[in-house]
C-alpha cells in the first residue's frame, strides 16, 4: 500500500462511513481500483483498522456529549449504591436517573445485539462471502427500500431527550445488518431510528453514538492481527488512511447532520439503488467478478 493509496482510502472511509451510502462497499471497490490485490482477510483487517480514525471523529465531534453521558452515569450509580439518589414518590430508578445517564445505558443495551452475532459469526465476516458483490450490491438496494419505506411511515416526533428502550432495540437490532457488507451501518441504523418514530436528526446522532461500541470493538480486535496479514510497509500508509478518514469522518458528521434537519435521505436511497444496480448490471455481464 502506498502513501497515495492511503489517503485515497482514507477519505472514501471518511465519507462513507457516516453517509448512508455503505464504507465496505465503497472500500471494495477502491481496493480493486487502486490494484491493491489483497485477500478477503487483508481486507477485513485494514478496513476495521481505517475505521478506527472514524472512531477518533466521533469521539471528538462528541467530546461534549461523552463527557456529560460518563459524568452523570457515574455520579448516578454511585448515589444509587449509596442511597443517595433523590426519590419521587411511585417513581422507578430508570426515570429517577439523568437523561444523560440513560442515553448511556441505551447505548449499552444497543450495542449488545452486534455484539453478539458479531462474535457469533465472526469467521463469515472475516471471510470471502462477505466481500462478494453480488451480495453488496444486492444489499446496498435492500436497505435503499426498507429507508425508503422507514421514511414514508416514520413519524419523525422523537428526540434524544424522548429516547426509550424501543430505540434501543429497534435500532440495535437493526444495526447487526451492517455485518453483511451492503447494509451501510449508518443506513441500516438511521432505517431503525426511523421506524422508532425519532427526527432524522435524532436518529442520526443515536447512530453515532452507537457506532463507538461497534466501530471501537470491531477495530481493536483486528488490529491485533492486522499488521500480521498485511503486506510488509504497511504500517505507515495505513495510519495515514487512518488519520485522512479521521479528519474527513468529522467533517461527513458535521455535513450530514445538518442536512437531516432539513432535507430526506431521498438522495441516499437513490444513490444506493442506481450504484448498487449499476454493480448488478456489471456483474450479470461478466465485466466485473464477484470476488
Known sequence: MTILQAIVLGIVQGLTEFIPVSSTAHLIFAGRFLQMGMNAEQQTAMIAVIQLGTLVAVFAYFATDLW??????????MQ???????????????????????????????????????????????????????????????????????????????????LGF?????????????LIPGASRSGSTLMGGLFAGETRETAARFSFLLSIPAIGASGLLQSYKAFGQLPEG???PLLVATIVAGVVGYASIWFLLRFLRTHSTMVFIIYRIVVGAAILALLASGRIAPI
Do not use: Y
Open 166 to 178: 424501543i430505540d434501543a432495540a429497534a435500532v440495535g437490532l437493526t444495526q447487526v445488518l451492517s
Open 234 to 236: 504497511s504500517t505507515a
Open 68 to 77: 456529560n453521558i460518563a459524568i452523570s452515569f457515574l455520579r448516578d450509580h
Open 80 to 162: 444509587l449504591l449509596s442511597g443517595k439518589l433523590e426519590e419521587r414518590a411511585g417513581e422507578s430508578v430508570w426515570r429517577r436517573f439523568s437523561s444523560e445517564t440513560r442515553l448511556g445505558w441505551l447505548v449499552i443495551l444497543g450495542s449488545i445485539p452486534i455484539g453478539v452475532v458479531g462474535l457469533l459469526f465472526r469467521k463469515q465476516i472475516e471471510g470471502a462471502l462477505t466481500k462478494n458483490l453480488w451480495l453488496i450490491a444486492t444489499m446496498m438496494i435492500l436497505i435503499a427500500l426498507l429507508l425508503l419505506v422507514a421514511e414514508k411511515i416514520g413519524r419523525r416526533e422523537r428526540t434524544m431527550d424522548k
